[in-house]
């Protein structure tokens, strides 16, 4: 019983002493905190906006120099607001990895401070913006607009940006009326700041005008945005009015014009940013291919791809690990400061809890010790179970990582195989040849298609087919372009993400067949129509089912369609074959279809 006693007291006093410690500490943090002058850090926020406009590389340099300047200040309102600012840095390069965790990050900052109204519509703004990732305009619409509306007017910077996110949102939807409006708004707003505000709206009017086919209202808002850069010595921001002006002269096919501002960038690349120079390098490629100058085109197409490579090297420099290693020190900093903060009312209650809980604890201490032990053990097996699920998650990233690099690095591959073939063309002379070449590159850049759309998407293991048939078709039609023919193609595709086993068959499938009717179908007339579907039915056994018809003269050959010997047609019936697939045939004077129907279990698709 004396030893009983006296191993309590011995306990009372250790508890005593750590608690007497903790409170200390605590006074210590508290004292160290610092304040900042209000007025100054905001006039560096508007100078990093500008920057972000017209010079981003000093924008880079000035967001690393703030962040040094207040890293001891422990504050997480200035380091919600830096956040804010990333977000829309990082929106920029198209580094959405960053762009998610600083959303993320943001978000997580809210809870050590009370957030001010308008501060958070910034963040709602912007992560509206991140989650649409140019797909579900009508949901970004609609929450843009409500923050639109319930933005304090006085707040003219995130009022522009939202009138700039529905002018562009309504520009994607191809309803420019209500684009030009939003438009006009973000001038009266930017003409009341300062001209950094001023360029940032000209280029988006520009943008606007020149999808809805005003080129000389474009051609005249970027000149002003020229002008704008020039007076205020923005060499990057004029390299891309340069940039600018130069792409609507080449896509309306004024190349002499075009040429001279293409030029002017090369002349001074140190002054172009990467993302302004993959722009010029791709106009110069297609410029080149119109004047047939194969060997520039090719030339410039390895210098748009070692672009990008650095785009990509750039985006993955920053390693989203590091960042939530950092992220989770500042936390666990802001967590402390904030039970630091705490009235000293709070702390004696505290301590007196604390020696209630002390003495409870070690009169409990012997009856115990056996469980404790047993829960030691668990806890030890718990953290090497949390260890090993971390190490398949790592494993898991990179694997993920590893395989959009794989896809990325054969869609270049491709390109580079397509341009080949592009200066083979060049010396070839017979006309079979020729078709076979040009079939060839066809067939090449559908696969390069797909693996693009697998290194772009969240999920690098299925490709969405509306978006690439789309995109194929748009491929395809400006290829079949010389044949002078006003040909119509009707998409109807359901949201079908297949595996890239299927994918690839059923991207082939649809080149040959497109092929087939832009060549042969409308040989009396140059209009005709081309109907495209692609549905999945999962009451069916063949539960995807896929048709391509057009109203063209319809098939005449003495032999049934897949019987041909031609090298498409041999590709479709492989294809059928591969996909064990059933086919059947519409074909008379309002011309000729193909309707395959073909089964895949879910482990190879994904139907939303």
């Known amino acids: ?111 050590f401070f009370k957030v001010k109204k308008q501060d958070k519509l910034y963040l709602d703004l912007y992560s509206a913006v991140y989650e649409s990732l140019g797909h579900d305009y009508d949901i970004l619409v609609k929450k843009a607009s409500e923050i639109l509306n319930e933005s304090s007017k006085s707040d003219t910077y995130l009022l522009l940006q939202c009138h700039l996110v529905l002018c562009n949102c309504y520009n994607e939807k191809g309803e420019f009326g ?96 990467l993302r302004d120079l993959f722009q010029v390098y791709g106009c110069l490629e297609h410029y080149y291919e119109l004047k047939k100058k194969q060997d520039s085109s090719y030339y410039f197409s390895i210098k748009r791809n070692e672009v990008d490579d650095l785009l990509e090297n750039l985006r993955s420099e920053n390693l989203v690990f590091e960042l939530e290693k950092d992220f989770q020190t500042e936390s666990n900093q802001y967590l402390l400061e904030e039970e630091r903060s705490k009235n000293q009312q709070l702390r004696l209650i505290l301590i007196l809890i604390l020696m209630s809980i002390v003495v409870i604890i070690s009169i409990s201490y012997l009856f115990i010790r056996q ?17 090993k699920n971390k190490e398949i998650s790592n494993s898991l990233a990179m694997k993920e990582s590893l395989l959009k690099e794989i896809h990325h690095r054969v869609k270049n591959n491709l390109q580079v195989v397509s341009s080949i073939l592009n200066l083979q063309s060049r010396n070839v002379r017979d006309p079979e040849a020729l078709r076979i070449l040009e079939e060839g590159k066809e067939r090449i850049r559908a696969i390069a298609l797909i693996h693009n759309q ?77 109907e495209i579907e692609l549905k999945n039915n999962p009451e069916k056994s063949l539960n995807y089912e896929l048709l391509v018809k057009d109203d063209g003269v319809g098939y005449n050959g003495e032999i049934e369609f897949l019987e041909q010997s031609s090298t498409g047609v041999e590709i479709i019936s492989a294809f059928i074959q591969q996909l064990d697939a059933s086919y059947s045939y519409t074909n008379g004077e309002k011309g000729f279809g193909l309707f395959i129907q073909f089964g895949i279990d879910e482990r190879h698709s994904k139907f939303n």
């Not at 905001?42 to 406009?53: D, F, H, S, Y």
């Not at 009266?188 to 000389?216: D, E, H, P, T, W």
């Not at 969405?464 to 109807?492: A, D, P, R, T």
Request: glycine share 4%.
């Open 1 to 111: 019983m004396v030893r009983f006693s006296e191993r309590l007291l011995l306990i009372k006093q250790k508890h005593r002493i750590l608690a007497f410690l903790l409170i200390h500490c605590s006074c210590l943090g508290f004292s160290q905190q610092k304040d900042y002058d209000h007025k100054k850090f905001n006039r560096e926020i508007q100078k990093l906006q500008e920057e972000m406009i017209v010079d981003i590389s000093k924008a880079n340099e000035s967001l690393r120099y703030l962040d040094h300047k207040y890293k001891d200040f422990h504050n997480a309102e200035i380091n919600y607001r830096l956040t804010i600012k990333k977000i829309k840095f990082f929106s920029s390069y198209g580094d959405y990895a960053r762009v998610k965790f600083e959303i993320n990050k943001a978000k997580r900052f809210q809870f």
């Open 178 to 273: 209500k684009a030009f409006m939003h438009i006009e708004e973000a001038k009266k707003l930017a003409g009341k700041m300062s001209a950094a505000y001023r360029f940032q709206v000209a280029n988006s009017a520009g943008q606007v005008y020149f999808f809805s086919n005003y080129i000389g209202k474009a051609l005249q808002e970027f000149r002003f945005a020229k002008k704008l850069a020039q007076f205020n010595h923005w060499k990057y921001a004029e390299q891309y009015a340069n940039a600018s002006l130069g792409e609507i002269y080449l896509y309306t096919d004024q190349l002499d014009l075009a040429k001279p501002y293409f030029d002017t960038i090369l002349k001074n690349e140190k002054a172009t940013e």
């Open 454 to 530: 697998l290194h772009l998407n969240n999920d690098s293991a299925y490709v969405e087919m509306g978006n690439y048939l789309n995109k194929l078709i748009s491929q395809m039609g400006e290829s079949f372009s010389s044949y002078n023919k006003h040909i119509e193609v009707k998409v109807n595709v359901e949201k079908i993400n297949l595996a890239i086993d299927y994918a690839v068959p059923v991207g082939l499938i649809m080149c040959e067949l497109l092929s087939n009717s832009y060549k042969h179908a409308f040989s009396d007339r140059t209009e005709g129509v081309i």
């Open 371 to 387: 469980k404790s032990d047993s829960n030691r053990v668990l806890q030890l097996q718990k953290e090497e179970i949390d260890d």
